[in-house]
């Protein structure tokens, strides 16, 4: 069955810290991955892809296939970076997300 | 401007009622799509559509319909409201070509 997982729905963390929010899936093939933002009220948002492999307000995200995870790190978290993320999967040759539960990074001052 | 718009966001309905949940987008996008999220659950996909006249449900069985009679238009219908059907609705719309998908505000319907 196809599945994200986000075992976290809490990540509190202090300014200046590091921050990795875990996304295991389970899917038999390769799919795409993504990372998507909600910021406190806006709209639910693209972060960053897995396949343009870019770093997006300091935000990186590997795919490890081996552990078929796609944690979302950043080195040194802001106030402002306080949001609910979710991690999501699409089906090769579908445009259809499956999305996790979600996880809320707070970050304290 | 180029946007997703949803409306009402916010609905209080009896049991029993016909409602439709607008959902309109000025994108110039092919692809649109109906999520349904209840409170610290995941986003379950439960129609879209990849052009006018195309529908199909999604991975998330819902006894809502929706129908693509516009490109910009995609309204989802519920014949007769229940308090199951009680959850946040998003819609989302895409071009296809780099799989992003752009969010609406979404709709938080109550069926009391």
């Known amino acids: 069955a196809q599945r994200v997982t986000q075992p976290e729905k809490l990540l509190s963390v202090f300014k200046g810290a590091p921050v990795e929010l875990k996304c295991n899936y389970s899917y038999s093939g390769s799919p795409e991955l993504f990372w998507y933002v909600q910021y406190s009220r806006q709209r639910l948002q693209l972060l960053l892809r897995h396949i343009s492999r870019e770093s997006i307000k300091g935000f990186t995200a590997d795919l490890n296939k081996g552990e078929t995870s796609f944690h979302l790190k950043k080195p040194f978290a802001q106030e402002e970076d306080s949001a609910m993320y979710y991690c999501a999967l699409s089906p090769l040759n579908t445009d259809k997300l499956i999305f996790g539960t979600g996880t809320r990074l707070q970050v304290f001052p | 401007e180029a946007d997703i718009y949803q409306t009402p966001r916010y609905l209080v309905i009896g049991t029993g009622k016909k409602i439709t949940l607008e959902c309109s987008q000025t994108?110039?996008?092919?692809?649109m799509y109906w999520y349904q999220q209840d409170p610290g659950m995941e986003l379950h996909l439960i129609h879209y559509?990849?052009?006018?006249?195309?529908?199909e449900k999604g991975d998330l069985s819902s006894e809502s319909t929706v129908s693509r009679i516009r490109t910009e238009h995609f309204p989802l219908t519920l014949e007769s409201a229940r308090p199951s059907h009680t959850s946040q609705y998003l819609c989302?719309?895409?071009?296809?070509?780099?799989?992003?998908?752009?969010f609406g505000p979404g709709t938080r319907l109550t069926v009391l």
């Open positions: 994108m110039g996008h092919d692809k």
């Open positions: 559509s990849y052009g006018v006249n195309s529908t």
């Open positions: 989302a719309s895409s071009d296809g070509s780099i799989n992003e998908q752009f």
